[in-house]
């Protein structure tokens, strides 16, 4: 269990995240909208220790955040940024084994390379498994990041894995598969947030969706609670139609088309 309460975060004079509270349980998959600058990567950021909230307090499966080394949170909680820079050429293979890097010292055992290869058909990179890194496609290298942050927590039940974007650059098909992944993890009693930007993902597979707009939790709850035209709107400024999907019942949002004035158009000074 991840509990947040009253979180606030501040670099210099900027407040990125504030009065934040809320809780995980295993087994729940929540996704985080919200505009670009929202605060979604300092929140994600915090929930991975990697900023200390000014205010407020994080525990994580009943001990604060901080009291963990960083090698025990490294086999707790794994993290998937927006940015990976990798700027060696290591194989497909070497990244997904440095998600298992907390868990041996000096040779990998036949345990982690079961664990490497699982993950890599899961997401579907075992077929680039002796490629450079640095020749794969947008996509490929997402899908080799989530492998590695995938083999880090494998078999640790209760883990926790954090999702920044996790989709950004896959096709289609990559996107749901992913998000079938996460959600096939929660149902092993993994605890996943993912910030997401399509709003469409996060109704078909949270259990809860939390909107953040100007550092601030506005909204907390399921999809059909939290997704409607009026939310939309002060969310992401945007006009937008929700219908229900009548095999699923799940949210569809769709965003209504704008339309500049010709004799003023966006771009004009
Ligand atoms: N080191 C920093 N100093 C000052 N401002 C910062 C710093 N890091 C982030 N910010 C600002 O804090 C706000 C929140 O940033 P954050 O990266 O959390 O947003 P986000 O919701 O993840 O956005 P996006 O969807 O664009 O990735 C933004 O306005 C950003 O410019």
């Known amino acids: 269990m991840l509990t947040v309460k009253n979180i606030s975060y501040q670099i210099g004079p900027h407040k990125l995240v504030k009065d934040i509270s809320f809780s995980i349980k295993p087994g729940e998959l929540i996704a985080i909208l919200g505009s670009n600058g929202a605060g979604k990567s300092s929140l994600l950021k915090l929930l ?3 900023y200390k909230p000014n205010e407020g307090t994080i525990h994580f499966n009943g001990q604060p955040l901080s009291k963990y080394s960083a090698l025990e949170l490294a086999k707790m909680r794994a993290v998937l940024s927006q940015q990976n820079v990798v700027s060696l050429p ?24 079961s664990i490497v290869n699982t993950v890599m058909e899961a997401t579907g990179v075992l ?20 492998s590695r942050a995938l083999a880090q ?14 989709v950004s650059g896959m096709d289609i098909l990559y996107q749901q598969q992913t998000l079938a992944i996460l959600k096939a993890m929660t149902q092993k009693k993994f605890m996943v947030i993912s910030v997401l930007h399509d709003m469409n993902l996060a109704s078909q597979y949270a259990d809860r969706i939390i ?7 506005w909204y907390d709850g399921t999809a059909a609670e939290v997704l409607n035209p009026k939310s939309v709107y002060e969310i992401f400024e945007i006009e937008s139609d929700t219908f229900t999907n009548p095999t699923t019942l799940k949210q569809i949002i769709m965003p209504r088309e704008i339309i500049y004035d010709n004799n003023k158009p966006p771009l004009s000074t």
């Open 90 to 113: 290591f194989n497909v293979q070497e990244i997904v084994m440095m998600g298992r890097y907390p868990h041996f010292n000096n040779h990998p055992s036949a345990h982690d390379h």
């Open 153 to 166: 927590i494998w078999e640790n039940e209760h883990a926790l894995l954090l999702m920044d974007e996790p």
């Open 127 to 146: 077929s680039l498994a002796g490629r450079s890194y640095l020749t794969l496609s947008g996509g490929e290298q997402q899908r080799a990041q989530l």
């Open 211 to 217: 909107m953040l707009k100007n550092g601030r939790k």
């Open 48 to 50: 991975a220790g990697t």
